[in-house]
């Protein structure tokens, strides 16, 4: 039997978690102002969709646009706050100008975390070199998971990238999920589940009507009964 793939849904609000939830979304990505690709919510918001929903929430690290850390001494407070109000695992990522992985910013916000579950977001998409950035980081504690589209431009061009990481699995560097999200369309699915990818990320392809209106649920059941209906 072929393992069931995880469909990861972008959430803004309580409504949206709802909706993906009842679509049959396994997990939801939490973020706000989606204008600049998605920052921290409010520890409101966070609390508020943790008692609507019981399936789980990784919850964005990310004061503003672009991949620098900024003020980490803040993100470190911020870590706190979510986390007290009920978020146990989270997204972040952060590159220094060269585009190599911020490594001090990472381990001190990853401290901040204490083992709890965390993806290394699209910022792995912008490194000048996404195998060093893995070896980098292979060790932290509680990283499970790299979204990526194996390009900036996105899965079209990054289709090849994701087939060969996905090839390298086991590898230092390599053990964590790929969660591929990033200009993800329901036909990319097959060759994707084909070649042994198992986990899905979807923001606007959940949203009929763009970013200014809500998550479908029945868009989230229509990617639910695909990747349902594609053997890994």
Do not use: N
């Not at 972008?10 to 920052?39: H, K, S």
């Not at 008692?51 to 001494?73: H, Q, S, W």
């Not at 969660?179 to 392809?205: C, K």
């Amino acid at each position: 039997m072929s393992k069931r793939a995880v469909l990861e849904v972008i959430a803004l609000d309580v409504e949206d978690a709802v909706a993906a939830q009842a679509g049959g979304a396994d997990r939801l990505e939490l973020v706000t102002e989606m204008a600049a690709d998605g920052l921290t919510p409010s520890a409101a918001t966070v609390a508020g969709i943790r008692a609507a929903v019981d399936i789980d929430l990784r919850v964005m690290l990310r004061l503003a646009d672009g991949f620098a850390a900024g003020d980490v001494d803040r993100l470190v407070g911020v870590a706190a706050e979510l986390r007290e109000a009920g978020a146990d695992q989270f997204v972040l990522g952060f590159l220094d100008g060269d585009g190599a992985v911020d490594l001090a910013a990472v381990e001190r916000v990853v401290g901040a975390l204490e083992g709890c579950p965390w993806t290394f977001h699209r910022a792995i998409d912008r490194a000048a070199d996404r195998d060093a950035l893995r070896r980098q980081l292979a060790g932290l504690p509680g990283l499970d998971t790299y979204l990526t589209a194996g390009s900036p431009a996105g899965v079209d061009e990054g289709l090849p990238t994701l087939l060969a990481e996905t090839r390298r699995c086991g590898e230092e560097g390599y053990e964590q999920t790929i969660l591929v999200g990033g200009g993800l369309r329901l036909e990319h699915v097959p060759p994707l589940r084909s070649a042994g990818l198992d986990a899905f990320h979807i923001g606007g392809a959940a949203r009929p009507l763009g970013w200014h209106g809500p998550v479908s649920e029945g868009a989230v059941k229509e990617w639910r009964r695909v990747l349902d209906g594609t053997a890994g």
